[in-house]
């Protein structure tokens, strides 16, 4: 069976600090991976897509990394902010998305 | 370009009736995907739709159904309601006209669904 796990589940931070949500798989066939965020009640967001052949991919203040081999992928904030708040979810992007179970971060002031 | 509608954004039905969900692509965009979220199950995968035909399907029960049109707009249908058919469901649209899940998915804002 695919899995896609997250850890921490849950973070709380105060603003300013740099972050890093983590995502694993078991299975580790060359797949691209997904970020999203979710505001409450809210959909997806996606934040950012590595595609398998790549390594990373950066987006303003976020950084996503993949490494096929151990199975894993890490998603960095850098300086967290307040709007930062919500669930990110990472998912392995193949015919559908498997999600992972997320990380619900809140930033604090 | 607009984004992914959803329509309707809620909805309340009784246990037995039946309820069909509207999903409008991203322009251009012709493949969709409907998705089940519920707090014990996460994000489940329902089924996607390219070029109106039934590309992949999930693990649902054949009470799930879904269809997608000429224009790529898809609705999904869940007949003989069950309390635990309660959920946000959402749908996403990309080009995908690899398939292999190459492309960015697109997340449409949900239709928040109870069943009483």
């Known amino acids: 069976k695919q899995e896609v796990t997250q850890i921490p589940a849950a973070l709380s931070v105060p603003e300013g600090e740099n972050l890093v949500l983590n995502c694993s798989f078991t299975?580790?066939?060359?797949?691209?991976l997904q970020w999203f965020r979710q505001d409450p009640g809210k959909g997806l967001t996606s934040l950012l897509l590595?595609?398998?052949?790549?390594r990373e991919q950066t987006s303003g203040r976020l950084n996503a990394s993949l490494d096929k081999s151990s199975g894993r992928s890490t998603l960095y904030i850098a300086a967290s902010q307040p709007g930062d708040s919500a669930t990110y979810l990472c998912?392995?992007?193949?015919?559908?998305?498997?999600f992972g179970t997320g990380t619900r971060l809140q930033v604090f002031p | 370009k607009a984004g992914v509608t959803q329509t309707p954004r809620y909805l309340i039905k009784t246990r037995g009736q039946q309820v069909t969900l509207s999903c409008s692509p991203i322009?251009?965009?012709?493949?969709v995907s409907w998705y089940q979220q519920t707090p014990g199950q996460g994000l489940q995968f329902l089924f996607e739709?390219?070029?109106?035909?039934?590309?992949n399907k999930g693990n649902f029960p054949g009470r799930f159904s879904g269809r997608q049109f000429s224009n790529s707009r898809s609705e999904m249908n869940v007949s003989t309601l069950e309390l635990g058919d309660s959920a946000l469901y959402l749908c996403?649209?990309?080009?995908?006209?690899?398939?292999?899940?190459?492309?960015?998915?697109?997340f449409g804002p949900g239709t928040r669904l109870t069943v009483l």
């Open positions: 998912a392995r992007n193949t015919d559908k998305l498997i």
């Open positions: 590595i595609q398998s052949s790549q």
């Open positions: 739709y390219f070029s109106e035909t039934q590309r």
């Open positions: 299975d580790s066939a060359i797949y691209n």
């Open positions: 322009s251009g965009h012709r493949s």
């Open positions: 996403a649209s990309s080009l995908a006209y690899s398939g292999g899940g190459a492309d960015t998915q697109y």
